[in-house]
């Protein structure tokens, strides 16, 4: 009896379709049926038209072929990127880009981390922020505008709501300005909060004065702020605040402590809030506490500090 | 030879040609995304930087050569099994035009940036329609052949064309489910968490399905033909067969091992990936011992070597899929350049050298006659064997050395390596794999060229034939 089936192709093709189909319903269809694959955070809220033609962007130049957006429950990726992903964060999400490969970092915690700015010139020249990334320039989404007709026409497929304003303003807006939106939209649903070890707002810098560890934070300071700060550490008018002088923080808190300097740098514009300084929306300041040791934190901290000092 | 055979034969051939153009052009856009990957400045323009290339170089290697080479030798293979031409030879020559077509438009609107971002799903929705349009032409086509057949017993490579005419269909049609918001744009229909578990039901089951089973199917009838063994036990296959057929479809969740979707699905998924290896390993066995009533044709058909280096790496890679999937490992080696290198072993080791193998005993045989020569298909052997190893290798070393940094913690709970770091680590194994990448393309193109001077031998012959003995058709 068994054999015979080897002899009737109608009946043995209808015997594969039921085989192929158990683990499809058991694994795929039912799963769908079952509330834990709907959920939707509270805070969640949906793509606005810019933030939109943002994400087709990020879907045409196939940025989901080298970054990820789901941060795994790890410790170390807690540390790296923020709070690990949660399944109502996706709601929106069609399809979902977690990606399957991390040849640059991980994205899903990117919202509000760096400044607008900083993304800005990174999209334009990756080797201008980082010297040895493999990431290509994407010099041709600066001259392009937004395809406001498309993007409407986007927006009524997924069903979300828009004013025509908001379509109205797109067309005022460069493709670029669209990726930065997304970016600054990705992971904003969860409440970031700082991770891992950081000191006391009132502690002293034990490099203090330290020779060795004001060069140290010279060539930190040269690696990872002058982008943003300048060399000459005066910033840039109206994106990025100087160090010596200008810094509005500065004046508000003229002492500020070496703990608190140390949690800014660590936790970037997250920390804001704990050493009583507005974040700003739309980013701020780079959190530098996966990319730096508390070494090299505290050499930059002795270098501003002295850098300060030759001022007056 | 009747003259009906012969017109579905120049079908199999023209698939086995269209394939073979696709690969070079697959092969190339390869080299250069694994050039860009330490030479940025490779990235052109916006056609071929590399997120729209590396699009382009999985569809055009996966459905242009392997899809096309798949319906060609399958068509092939069910014709002798059936001992029978195709029911609907002129639906398969219009297949064949709408496949190239198709596969064209696909390089052109990926480079162009219209994709649906799902993996190994990429073409926008009106493409999709017409691979359904396709699929639907090679199944009745395979199926129709053999339901008329005129050999009673199905033997083990129809069984397994039958499972991948009903598995791609379910697959495909369900994953590309999608909202239209255009021309060239749609959305999936599904969101988030379950958008994320349909993909991977098709992604990892579209491996399973394009390039598991039809080449099963022709490791189970090339590997005989060529060495003139039977097949060892068909008992041991035809339970390895229905163990793979089912459990397979169970198993894409461990592609989503550690992220947000239900741990139930993540365990479900990764059990499944384990029980996967007894039916793998099924057919290695039965590969093995088929070669092993007798070793000596690795020396004396020059095919063999293909089919049983080629089941080594389907062995290697069935025990090396399922580790990666165990939690403590995916967390190490998932989104590092391991998981390439894993590919690449499938389909540089196992698929091409299965394929390339079946192709070079399909082209011979319709011309009744010898392979242009043998010894330049030792060398393509050898060039491809060579270059998947140093492409495979070099990638699990620096997979692992990447996860390791970006796990790496130091005394006080902070991170001991910036992202930075540890992606410089690459270069110098993303170097090597380029490297690898041309040996095993200079292999490919031995392949090429040796393909078209046998097919260039069979029309002379066939000519000749024709001139001398004009009366005999």
Same mark, same amino acid.
């Given at each position: 009896? !068994?054999? +015979?089936?080897? @002899?009737? %192709?109608? *009946?043995?093709? /209808?015997?594969?379709?039921?085989?192929?189909? =158990?683990?499809?319903?058991?694994?795929?269809?039912?799963?769908?049926?079952?509330?834990?694959?709907?959920?939707?955070?509270?805070?969640?809220?949906?793509?606005?038209?810019?933030?939109?033609?943002?994400?087709?962007?990020?879907?045409?130049?196939?940025?989901?072929?080298?970054?990820?957006?789901?941060?795994?429950?790890?410790?170390?990726?807690?540390?790296?990127?923020?709070?690990?992903?949660?399944?109502?964060?996706?709601?929106?999400?069609?399809?979902?880009?977690?990606?399957?490969?991390?040849?640059?970092?991980?994205? !899903?915690? +990117?919202?509000? @981390?760096? %400044?607008? *700015?900083?993304? /800005?010139?990174?999209?334009?020249?990756?080797? =201008?922020?980082?010297?040895?990334?493999?990431?290509?320039?994407?010099?041709?989404?600066?001259?392009?505008?937004?395809?406001?007709?498309?993007?409407?026409?986007?927006?009524?497929?997924?069903?979300?709501?828009?004013?025509?304003?908001?379509?109205?303003?797109?067309?005022?807006?460069?493709?670029?300005?669209?990726?930065?939106?997304?970016?600054?939209?990705?992971?904003?649903?969860?409440?970031?909060?700082?991770?891992?070890?950081?000191?006391?707002?009132?502690?002293?810098?034990?490099?203090?004065?330290?020779?060795?560890?004001?060069?140290?934070?010279? @060539?930190?300071?040269?690696?990872?702020?002058?982008?943003?700060?300048?060399?000459?550490?005066?910033?840039?008018?109206?994106?990025?605040?100087?160090?010596?002088?200008?810094?509005?923080?500065?004046?508000?808190?003229?002492?500020?402590?070496?703990?608190?300097?140390?949690?800014?740098?660590?936790?970037?514009?997250?920390?804001?809030?704990?050493?009583?300084?507005?974040?700003?929306?739309?980013?701020?300041?780079?959190?530098?506490?996966?990319?730096?040791?508390?070494?090299?934190?505290?050499?930059?901290?002795?270098?501003?500090?002295?850098e300060r000092a030759k001022q007056r | 030879m009747s003259?009906?055979?012969?017109?579905?034969?120049?079908?199999?051939?023209?698939?086995?040609?269209?394939?073979?153009?696709?690969?070079?052009?697959?092969?190339?856009?390869?080299?250069?995304?694994?050039?860009?990957?330490?030479?940025?400045?490779?990235?052109?323009?916006?056609?071929?930087?590399?997120?729209?290339?590396?699009?382009?170089?999985?569809?055009?290697?996966?459905?242009?050569?392997?899809?096309?080479?798949?319906?060609?030798?399958?068509?092939?293979?069910?014709?002798?099994?059936?001992?029978?031409?195709?029911?609907?030879?002129?639906?398969?020559?219009?297949?064949?035009?709408?496949?190239?077509?198709?596969?064209?438009?696909?390089?052109?609107?990926?480079?162009?940036?219209?994709?649906?971002?799902?993996?190994?799903?990429?073409?926008?929705?009106?493409?999709?329609?017409?691979?359904?349009?396709?699929?639907?032409?090679?199944?009745?086509?395979?199926?129709?052949?053999?339901?008329?057949?005129?050999?009673?017993?199905?033997?083990?490579?129809?069984?397994?064309?039958?499972?991948?005419?009903?598995?791609?269909?379910?697959?495909?049609?369900?994953?590309?489910?999608?909202?239209?918001?255009?021309?060239?744009?749609?959305?999936?229909?599904?969101?988030?968490?379950?958008?994320?578990?349909?993909?991977?039901?098709?992604?990892?089951?579209?491996?399973?399905?394009?390039?598991?089973?039809?080449?099963?199917?022709?490791?189970?009838?090339?590997?005989?033909?060529?060495?003139?063994?039977?097949?060892?036990?068909?008992?041991?296959?035809?339970?390895?067969?229905?163990?793979?057929?089912?459990?397979?479809?169970?198993?894409?969740?461990?592609?989503?091992?550690?992220?947000?979707?239900?741990?139930?699905?993540?365990?479900?998924?990764?059990?499944?990936?384990?029980?996967?290896?007894?039916?793998?390993?099924?057919?290695?066995?039965?590969?093995?011992?088929?070669?092993?009533?007798?070793?000596?044709?690795?020396?004396?058909?020059?095919?063999?070597?293909?089919?049983?280096?080629?089941?080594?790496?389907?062995?290697?890679?069935?025990?090396?899929?399922?580790?990666?999937?165990?939690?403590?490992?995916?967390?190490?080696?998932?989104?590092?350049?391991?998981?390439?290198?894993?590919?690449?072993?499938?389909?540089?080791?196992?698929?091409?050298?299965?394929?390339?193998?079946?192709?070079?005993?399909?082209?011979?045989?319709?011309?009744?006659?010898?392979?242009?020569?043998?010894?330049?298909?030792?060398a393509h052997f050898w060039l491809v064997l060579v270059?998947?190893?140093?492409?495979?290798?070099?990638?699990?070393?620096?997979?692992?050395?990447?996860?390791?940094?970006?796990?790496?913690?130091?005394?006080?709970?902070?991170?001991?390596?910036?992202?930075?770091?540890?992606?410089?680590?690459?270069?110098?194994?993303?170097?090597?794999?380029?490297?690898?990448?041309?040996?095993?393309?200079?292999?490919?193109?031995?392949?090429?060229?040796?393909?078209?001077?046998?097919?260039?031998?069979?029309?002379?012959?066939?000519?000749?034939?024709?001139?001398?003995?004009?009366?005999?058709?």
């Amino acid at each position: 009896m !068994a054999g +015979e089936i080897y @002899k009737k %192709p109608i *009946a043995f093709t /209808l015997l594969v379709v039921v085989t192929v189909l =158990a683990g499809s319903i058991v694994m795929m269809a039912y799963p769908m049926m079952r509330p834990d694959m709907h959920p939707k955070l509270e805070t969640l809220k949906p793509f606005t038209p810019l933030q939109l033609a943002g994400r087709d962007l990020y879907q045409r130049e196939g940025c989901v072929n080298c970054h990820t957006q789901t941060v795994r429950p790890l410790k170390s990726e807690v540390l790296r990127y923020g709070d690990y992903s949660k399944a109502g964060e996706f709601a929106y999400d069609r399809p979902f880009l977690w990606g399957s490969k991390r040849t640059g970092p991980d994205l !899903a915690r +990117e919202g509000g @981390k760096r %400044p607008d *700015a900083w993304h /800005l010139a990174h999209f334009e020249n990756p080797k =201008a922020m980082e010297p040895r990334s493999n990431m290509p320039a994407y010099t041709w989404l600066k001259p392009a505008k937004v395809d406001a007709a498309a993007t409407k026409r986007h927006m009524d497929a997924l069903g979300l709501p828009y004013t025509a304003q908001q379509i109205q303003d797109l067309g005022q807006r460069t493709e670029l300005d669209a990726m930065v939106a997304y970016m600054q939209w990705l992971g904003t649903a969860v409440p970031r909060k700082l991770s891992g070890a950081v000191v006391a707002l009132e502690a002293v810098n034990p490099l203090a004065g330290n020779p060795a560890a004001i060069a140290r934070g010279a @060539k930190v300071y040269a690696d990872k702020c002058a982008v943003c700060h300048q060399d000459d550490l005066k910033g840039m008018e109206g994106a990025f605040p100087g160090l010596l002088e200008k810094d509005e923080f500065l004046e508000e808190h003229p002492d500020m402590a070496d703990g608190a300097y140390f949690v800014l740098i660590y936790g970037g514009s997250d920390a804001k809030a704990i050493i009583g300084r507005k974040g700003e929306p739309g980013g701020g300041m780079t959190a530098f506490g996966s990319e730096l040791s508390r070494d090299d934190i505290w050499s930059v901290v002795a270098f501003i500090r002295s850098e300060r000092a030759k001022q007056r | 030879m009747s003259e009906e055979y012969r017109y579905d034969y120049r079908t199999v051939e023209g698939f086995i040609l269209s394939a073979i153009v696709w690969a070079v052009v697959g092969l190339v856009v390869g080299l250069l995304i694994s050039i860009q990957m330490f030479a940025p400045a490779f990235n052109f323009n916006a056609w071929t930087a590399f997120g729209r290339m590396r699009t382009v170089h999985t569809n055009i290697l996966g459905f242009g050569l392997g899809v096309g080479a798949i319906f060609g030798i399958a068509y092939y293979i069910t014709m002798r099994l059936t001992k029978r031409p195709l029911v609907f030879p002129r639906l398969a020559r219009v297949q064949l035009w709408l496949f190239n077509a198709g596969i064209a438009l696909a390089l052109v609107t990926l480079a162009m940036g219209y994709t649906q971002s799902l993996e190994y799903a990429e073409m926008e929705w009106p493409l999709d329609v017409a691979i359904v349009i396709l699929w639907v032409m090679f199944a009745v086509n395979v199926i129709g052949t053999i339901i008329v057949r005129r050999e009673e017993q199905m033997y083990i490579s129809l069984w397994y064309l039958i499972s991948t005419v009903v598995g791609v269909a379910v697959l495909y049609i369900v994953n590309n489910l999608s909202i239209p918001a255009g021309l060239l744009k749609s959305y999936h229909l599904f969101a988030g968490v379950n958008s994320a578990n349909v993909e991977w039901w098709y992604g990892h089951n579209v491996v399973g399905f394009v390039f598991t089973m039809p080449i099963l199917a022709m490791f189970y009838y090339f590997l005989p033909r060529s060495t003139g063994l039977p097949i060892f036990s068909h008992r041991l296959s035809i339970v390895a067969f229905w163990s793979l057929v089912f459990g397979y479809l169970w198993t894409g969740a461990h592609h989503l091992v550690y992220t947000p979707l239900p741990d139930w699905i993540q365990t479900l998924g990764i059990v499944f990936t384990l029980f996967l290896i007894a039916p793998s390993w099924g057919s290695v066995v039965n590969g093995y011992y088929t070669i092993g009533e007798d070793w000596s044709k690795m020396r004396t058909s020059y095919l063999a070597k293909f089919f049983v280096l080629g089941i080594t790496f389907y062995g290697l890679q069935t025990v090396q899929g399922p580790t990666q999937a165990l939690r403590v490992v995916s967390q190490l080696i998932h989104y590092t350049d391991w998981v390439p290198g894993h590919v690449h072993m499938g389909t540089m080791g196992w698929v091409a050298l299965t394929v390339t193998a079946s192709i070079y005993y399909v082209v011979a045989k319709m011309y009744g006659t010898e392979i242009y020569s043998e010894k330049l298909a030792n060398a393509h052997f050898w060039l491809v064997l060579v270059g998947q190893i140093v492409f495979s290798v070099t990638m699990w070393i620096t997979g692992i050395q990447q996860g390791a940094m970006w796990k790496a913690t130091t005394a006080e709970g902070t991170l001991k390596y910036t992202f930075m770091e540890g992606l410089v680590k690459n270069y110098p194994y993303w170097h090597l794999r380029a490297l690898g990448g041309v040996i095993f393309i200079v292999g490919m193109l031995l392949f090429v060229w040796n393909v078209l001077m046998t097919i260039k031998k069979g029309r002379e012959l066939e000519a000749g034939g024709r001139a001398a003995a004009p009366a005999a058709a």
